[in-house]
């Protein structure tokens, strides 16, 4: 069979999956070549720097950190040779727009006191759904994240049976939520997740409150430079690997077959042996094959339910923001409208559930002397009208509603601004209707029912990234870098080892 050292690799799109990728296939011999539509690595998760002031573009929260030391271990290396990682306290903050404030610490003892606060027995039943949580995390994470079951006879299996026994398989978030928790703000903070995966409390599967295990148990972290700090960690260990990078090349078209590719680009063709696309995998697909080499036609894609997109404000302000926490969420008391006019009837949201995040307050690096980096971040539906106009009076609802129901009072502080919202996502990342994360996590689209990691038409073609499994955000999508590279090393006779 032939040697994987035999072949040239070209990885499309430099997230975090194409990163992953790239590191797991040059470990192995590939000479691996990675390029890049924009002008830095990292994909949705990029950086914005000016005047002074650093933020992370897309992805904020450091979570499941395990993730991050198995993938580095599988290289002999360990993250903290790259960067170094603080514990947040607290892990997040949350206003309820009738004005309740509540922190959830690393202290789980006091967070059950504040449950507590809210309903008699709620300590007690936030450590049962903790255990849970936990058990569905590691049975999950082992036998249904970390082992790609693409096929539907992979569970009909008795050894997947008894791995599945007692696992939230079955129903929604909201209904696994509801029996544990009667009060409603308690049942927003323990759904408050679905927010990392694109869903809603009605349409994402129970087996999601897996993530309250990644939150209350293994808790928020903030890595040395923020998230794009892993980025730079996970690109300098493809360096190490021999994985060369190359930034400002967009592909424009994928030709060929396996052997024998021709790879379009803006800056001349390359022929690599094989192909993995981390860009879009609608945009793949779509626009970059011919139409007889697609594996889905447009009516899929325009069938598939796509996670939220956002409205965006990228904030540099005089002082300090003392009222918000690192990563802080203002929460209306009822939020169904919200996700309502996200998934239901789309349409920009009246009374906004969003997030904050104030790296200043942990990282002092991030802002000039004297001043604050936020960011503030409003799901909203894919594909909505996005106008200067739109922007501009969401903005000032935003701004006037962070003052009402956090005391911090921004506007007339702020020295340096930029948005982001539906068209940017679409133009700079190409993606469906202009999502900020892709496919969300409903049943329909859940495990086998993700697109599969080997292209469908054309062989020597393979996807990674978070339209694929295990899914959405930065450790699933490091993940995702695995699996797909499972796929390509199975196929020349060289599974990965763990």
């Known amino acids: 069979m032939q040697s994987l050292a035999d072949e040239s690799v070209v990885v499309i799109g430099a997230g975090v999956g194409g990163l992953s990728t790239a590191c797991y296939l040059a470990d192995r011999g590939a000479d691996v070549h990675v390029i890049e539509k924009n002008e830095q690595l990292g994909g949705r998760a990029s950086r914005l720097e000016e005047d002074g002031f650093r933020f992370d573009m897309g992805p904020s929260w450091y979570l499941m950190p395990d993730v991050f030391e198995r993938f580095f271990a599988a290289f002999d290396r360990t993250p903290s040779d790259y960067y170094e990682l603080s514990h947040l306290d607290p892990h997040y903050r949350i206003f309820f727009k009738d004005g309740d404030q509540v922190?959830?610490?690393?202290?789980?003892?006091?967070?059950?006191?504040?449950?507590?606060?809210?309903?008699?027995?709620?300590?007690?039943?936030?450590?049962?759904?903790?255990?849970?949580?936990?058990?569905?995390?590691?049975?999950?994470?082992?036998?249904?994240?970390?082992?790609d079951r693409t096929r539907l006879r992979d569970y009909v299996d008795l050894d997947v049976a008894r791995q599945a026994r007692g696992l939230s398989l079955l129903?929604?978030?909201?209904?696994?939520?509801?029996?544990?928790?009667?009060?409603?703000?308690?049942?927003?903070?323990m759904q408050y997740t679905l927010v990392f995966l694109g869903g809603s409390p009605t349409n994402t599967p129970a087996?999601?409150?897996?993530?309250?295990?990644?939150?209350?148990?293994?808790?928020?972290?903030?890595?040395?430079?923020?998230?794009?700090?892993?980025?730079?960690?996970?690109?300098?260990?493809?360096?190490?690997?021999?994985?060369?990078?190359?930034?400002?090349?967009?592909?424009?078209?994928?030709?060929?077959?396996?052997?024998?590719?021709?790879?379009?680009?803006?800056?001349?063709?390359?022929?690599?042996?094989?192909?993995?696309?981390?860009?879009?995998?609608?945009?793949?697909?779509?626009?970059?094959?011919?139409?007889?080499?697609?594996?889905?036609?447009?009516?899929?894609?325009?069938?598939?339910?796509?996670?939220?997109?956002?409205?965006?404000?990228?904030?540099g302000v005089e002082g300090e923001v003392e009222e918000l926490a690192h990563h802080t969420l203002v929460l209306p008391t009822d939020w169904q409208e919200h996700f309502d006019q996200i998934f239901e009837d789309p349409q920009w949201p009246d009374e906004p559930a969003y997030y904050c995040c104030v790296p200043s307050e942990t990282d002092d690096t991030v802002a000039p002397d004297g001043h604050s980096a936020l960011f503030v971040l409003v799901p909203i539906a894919p594909g909505l009208e996005d106008t200067p106009e739109i922007r501009e009076a969401y903005r000032e609802k935003i701004l006037a509603d962070i003052?009402?129901?956090?005391?911090?009072?921004?506007?007339?502080?702020?020295?340096?601004?930029?948005?982001?919202?539906?068209?940017?996502?679409?133009?700079?990342?190409?993606?469906?209707?202009?999502?900020?994360?892709?496919?969300?996590?409903?049943?329909?689209?859940?495990?086998?029912?993700?697109?599969?990691?080997r292209a469908k038409g054309v062989d020597g073609l393979y996807f990674v990234g978070g339209d694929t499994t295990p899914g959405i955000g930065v450790p699933m999508c490091l993940i995702s870098g695995e699996l797909t590279a499972e796929k390509v090393l199975e196929d020349y006779g060289q599974p990965i080892e763990q």
């Open 207 to 315: 087996l999601y409150n897996l993530m309250s295990h990644v939150d209350f148990n293994l808790g928020v972290w903030y890595p040395e430079d923020g998230i794009g700090g892993v980025i730079d960690g996970i690109a300098e260990l493809g360096r190490e690997l021999g994985v060369t990078y190359d930034t400002d090349r967009p592909a424009t078209a994928i030709k060929g077959r396996e052997g024998a590719f021709l790879v379009e680009t803006s800056k001349g063709p390359l022929r690599p042996d094989l192909v993995v696309s981390n860009a879009s995998y609608a945009h793949t697909e779509q626009e970059l094959l011919p139409a007889e080499r697609r594996g889905y036609d447009a009516d899929y894609w325009e069938s598939r339910t796509y996670a939220p997109s956002a409205f965006l404000l990228y904030l």
């Open 103 to 147: 922190d959830v610490t690393p202290d789980l003892e006091r967070t059950k006191a504040v449950f507590e606060e809210y309903e008699s027995g709620a300590g007690d039943a936030l450590e049962r759904y903790l255990d849970k949580s936990r058990e569905n995390y590691e049975v999950g994470m082992e036998h249904f994240v970390y082992e």
């Open 171 to 189: 129903g929604s978030m909201q209904g696994h939520v509801e029996n544990y928790f009667e009060h409603p703000k308690l049942q927003q903070i």
């Open 403 to 453: 003052a009402a129901n956090t005391g911090e009072e921004l506007r007339g502080r702020i020295v340096f601004e930029e948005q982001f919202c539906v068209r940017d996502f679409a133009d700079r990342y190409n993606s469906y209707d202009g999502t900020a994360l892709g496919l969300a996590h409903t049943l329909r689209q859940t495990s086998l029912f993700r697109p599969p990691h």
